[in-house]
């Protein structure tokens, strides 16, 4: 007897993808709709080769009504939602706003009003720890202010809080919100990891493709700030995680263990990792050197935010199990088999 199905909007992306492997894992049956603008068909084979079993994939858009009804007509079983499917470049969000409000809000509610007219009512959102900006006292908890976002993206991402906030107090819909940090590395089977299009924004990505000669030097943005070494801070967490994180989140909600209609988790390491130390780690791990210079500070960075995971270890029940060190290698062993693809 199969577990229920999922809907995983934007399930052939990085996280996305990681999350349908571990919910094939946890024997539930995955269905992906992907508009397949920032992730590439590919990924749909590796994860059968992974799995042994072929997803169920609708190419098609959260933001589109007809596509969502044809959908969820075909499949009316689906017990609960995971949701993706989004826009999350920063500095492009900066550059392009309104394909951002577009894409991640009215996709949110259009995804919203869909369920709710065929009484799906779990959904797990995929949030953001840019929702507390350059957070006071480190490190935050889900109670930490919610600070002026730096970007439209981190705009988006309150909003569709705000928007679930408001959703859950007035219709069956319960849902648990997920504040990632900065999920990094890929599968062990280096058959699915990240895939930034174009010149990445992201660090990890930008080092494995200087590391393989793809870019000619990284440079890190500032080296003034107020941290061990001058550089800035973040939560690095494994893909894999990050995906059990989400499977672990699908099952609350399903099994009626929220305490309220939405939960906010956090979901980090709950330790601090410099940019220095992050290349640090990548050679002396993979024994890789490679370019890099220091420059100016990048506009919209904070100097510094990690994550307290009290709550999401203790009610959520979960708990990165992999460090940093397997995280950049497992980033790199996938670097590598891209350049052999
Ligand atoms: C990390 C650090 C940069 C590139 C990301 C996502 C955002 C959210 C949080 C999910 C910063 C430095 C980077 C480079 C560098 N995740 N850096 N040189 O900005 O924390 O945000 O995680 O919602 O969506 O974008 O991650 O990897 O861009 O930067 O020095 O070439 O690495 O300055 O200090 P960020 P990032």
């Not at 959904?123 to 900006?133: D, H």
């Not at 709950?270 to 130390?277: A, C, D, H, I």
Request: a negative charge; one cysteine or more; hydrophobic letters at 40%.
């Amino acid at each position: 007897m199969s577990k229920p199905k999922i809907l995983v909007t934007g399930g052939v992306g990085f996280i996305g993808s990681h999350t349908v492997v571990e919910l094939y894992n946890a024997g539930y049956e995955p269905v992906i709709i992907d508009n397949l603008n920032n992730s590439e068909a590919f990924i749909l084979d590796r994860i059968t080769q992974i799995t042994g079993q072929k997803p169920v994939f609708f190419k098609g858009d959260v933001c589109e009504r007809a596509d969502l009804q044809a959908l969820l007509e075909q499949h009316s079983d689906i017990a609960g939602v995971i949701h993706f499917a989004a826009y999350k470049a920063v500095g492009e969000s900066v550059q392009h706003p309104l394909k951002y409000y577009h894409n991640n809000v009215s996709g949110l509610v259009v995804l919203l009003q869909e369920l709710q007219a065929k009484g799906i009512n779990n959904l797990v959102f995929s949030s953001s720890c840019t929702v507390y900006g350059q957070p006071e006292i480190n490190p935050v908890t889900e109670n930490s202010p919610v600070q002026k976002a730096e970007s439209p993206y981190g705009n988006t991402k309150q909003i569709c809080e705000e928007i679930l906030t408001d959703t859950v107090k007035v219709s069956d819909t319960k849902a648990i919100a997920l504040r990632y940090f900065n999920p990094i590395g890929a599968h062990d089977s280096a058959l699915i990891g990240e895939l930034p299009l174009g010149v990445p924004n992201n660090l990890v990505p930008f080092i494995t493709q200087t590391a393989i000669g793809k870019r000619e030097k990284l440079t890190i943005f500032g080296s003034d700030y107020n941290t061990v070494d001058g550089t800035c801070v973040r939560d690095y967490l494994h893909v894999v995680d990050l995906a059990i994180a989400h499977v672990r989140a699908i099952e609350r909600l399903l099994n009626n263990e929220s305490t309220d209609k939405l939960e906010i988790f956090n979901l980090g390491t709950g330790k601090g990792s410099s940019v220095k130390e992050v290349v640090d780690t990548f050679v002396a791990e993979t024994g890789v050197n490679f370019n890099f210079v220091y420059g100016p500070r990048r506009d919209g960075d904070v100097e510094q935010v990690y994550a307290d995971t009290t709550k999401a270890n203790n009610v959520l029940g979960w708990k990165t199990q992999r460090d940093l060190k397997n995280m950049l290698v497992t980033a790199w062993e996938w670097e590598k088999s891209l350049s052999k693809k």
